[in-house]
Nanobody, 123 residues
């Protein structure tokens, strides 16, 4: 499985971006999917995750109410809508496919990683 992330870029504080992650194989529709991020000098952290049906989601406290994760299994694609962006959101964002069908949250649960897309929020 290959995961192709896109949609990153430079945005001002308060702006919005929508990240997309397209999977190369339909098998990803049976797996939970997630977005992680890694800022310079910091560990990679979970941002949001979604179970295989899309009915159960998880959000890190830092993004609750601002970010929305969704998926379209017919298109093998997962999305991350990011609103009210802050400079602290600046990071490389990675999409991930989990081993389980649930909305997992740990690095250990990741089966495949996407290549990462850079999000920069200017103040």
């Amino acid at each position: 499985v290959q995961l192709q992330a896109s949609g990153g870029g430079l945005v001002q504080t308060g702006g919005s971006l929508r990240l997309s992650c397209a999977a190369s194989k339909r098998t990803s529709s049976n797996n939970g999917m997630g977005w992680f991020r890694q800022a310079p000098g910091r560990e990679r952290e979970i941002v949001a995750s979604i179970n295989w049906r899309g009915g159960n989601t998880y959000y890190a406290d830092s993004v609750k109410g601002r970010f929305t994760i969704s998926r379209d299994n017919a298109k093998n694609t997962v999305y991350l809508q990011m609103n009210s962006l802050k400079p602290d959101d600046t990071a490389v964002y990675y999409c991930a496919q989990f081993r389980s069908s649930e909305a997992a949250t740990t690095l250990r649960g990741v089966q495949y990683w996407g290549q990462g897309t850079l999000v920069t929020v200017s103040s």
